[in-house]
């Protein structure tokens, strides 16, 4: 299956949308824009996993590089999660522990939920 990757803006944080299989053929895509990204000065990164229908050791290993590198930089690195086969693997591996998992991009970036109903009373 294909990897396909999407930047955003959201509330000032770079949002990576990627969809399809995170494994050792398409880690290195992911891997490269992450790099691009940081580089070009991204400093609060979301990865939106939402499309993600597999991901391997490789694509771990890609996620652990990633909040490495931003956290080095003074960033932050965040993780968009919502499906149990995936969480699955974050708890196995103890990455949970490692990386702040959000249930939406709106969570992960502070932001208020579309559609969900009236907001807070003034």
Do not use: N, W
């Not at 399809?20 to 990865?47: C, H, K, M, Q, W």
């Not at 391997?56 to 290993?61: M, N, Q, R």
Request: charge should be negative; glycine fraction near 10%; hydrophobic fraction near 45%.
């Amino acid at each position: 299956m294909e990897l396909s990757l999407a930047t955003r803006t959201v509330a000032e944080h770079t949002v990576l949308e990627v969809g399809g299989e995170v494994d050792v053929y398409t880690a290195p895509r992911l891997r490269e824009r992450l790099i691009e990204l940081v580089d070009s000065g991204a400093r609060d990164v979301v990865v939106d996993l939402g499309r993600v229908d597999f991901l391997d050791s490789t694509g771990l290993g890609v996620l652990v590089g990633a909040l490495k590198r931003l956290r080095a930089v003074g960033g932050t690195f965040s993780l968009v999660c919502a499906k149990e086969p995936l969480l699955k693997i974050f708890r196995i591996t103890a990455l949970d522990q490692v990386f702040p998992i959000h249930p939406s991009v709106e969570a992960a970036t502070g932001t208020p939920e579309t559609g969900a109903g009236p907001g807070p009373a003034a």
